[in-house]
């Protein structure tokens, strides 16, 4: 007798968790390295910003 592979399908659920776990964190992740290199510090620096 001949044992069946047994398949596993991800829900489409997911799928969409893990693009939102992404998209979040490729939000998050700019405003921490804004934060961290206080680039709005050096953005009111430069002179084309006080225009």
Do not use: H, N, W
Not at 7 to 25: A, D, L, N
Request: no cysteine; net charge negative; charged share 20%.
């Amino acid at each position: 007798m001949k044992q069946e592979e047994i398949v596993i399908k991800q829900s489409p659920f997911v799928f969409i968790k893990y693009i939102v776990i992404v998209e979040f964190f490729f939000a998050l992740i700019p405003l921490l390295a804004a934060q961290l290199l206080r680039a709005e510090d050096s953005y009111e620096t430069v002179g084309l910003a006080q225009t």
